[in-house]
């Protein structure tokens, strides 16, 4: 088919980010020069008698998404993270609910729809460092417990879980 491009690899702005602050999602874009997930695969390994090499199996995860943003107090989500770090906010204080939302995989029949993960996170302020005479705030969301699957509205910044939309179909 011409015009199609084969094995591209999806651009970063396929992917947005949303950080729960109060009541309301806030998109993580403007002032983000960084926004990483590392799932943090945990494994385990064996080697058998019978075996010259080993076996692994992954056992758990211990997810995180570090992240470096310029200090735009503008920016809810940004101003959020900073409170947290200058408050040394802790345990339910600096808990928080990520979105990621692939941009790139819209829900058939539903506009401004996306598949989405919804992850439950601490909020870790490691800095608030100098760059070239601007701030940044520069941290890790340490994910806390597995990510629950479904779909998020980019208009109307809703995330409905996997299970609540067979509940729905049920009915």
Do not use: C
Not at 63 to 82: M, N, P, R, W, Y
Not at 144 to 152: A, I, M, Q, S, Y
């Amino acid at each position: 088919m011409p015009g199609t491009v084969t094995n591209a690899v999806k651009p970063r702005y396929q992917e947005a980010s949303y950080l729960k602050v109060g009541e309301a999602f806030e998109l993580m874009g403007t002032g983000f020069q960084e926004l990483n997930e590392d799932p943090g695969a945990q494994t385990t390994t064996k080697r058998y008698i019978s075996d010259r090499s080993s076996t692994s199996s992954i056992t758990s995860y211990e997810g995180e998404h570090s992240f470096t943003a310029d200090q735009i107090v503008s920016q809810a989500a940004i101003k959020d993270l900073i409170d947290i770090g200058k408050q040394r906010k802790t345990g339910a204080d600096a808990e928080r609910e990520l979105i990621r939302v692939d941009l790139d995989d819209a829900v058939a029949s539903k506009d401004n729809t996306f598949k989405a993960r919804k992850f439950n996170v601490a909020a870790e302020i490691s800095s608030f460092s100098d760059n070239d005479g601007e701030w940044q705030v520069e941290g890790t969301l340490r994910d806390k417990g597995d990510p629950v699957l479904g779909e998020f509205n980019t208009q109307t910044k809703t995330f409905t879980a996997d299970s609540k939309l067979e509940a729905q179909e049920g009915e």
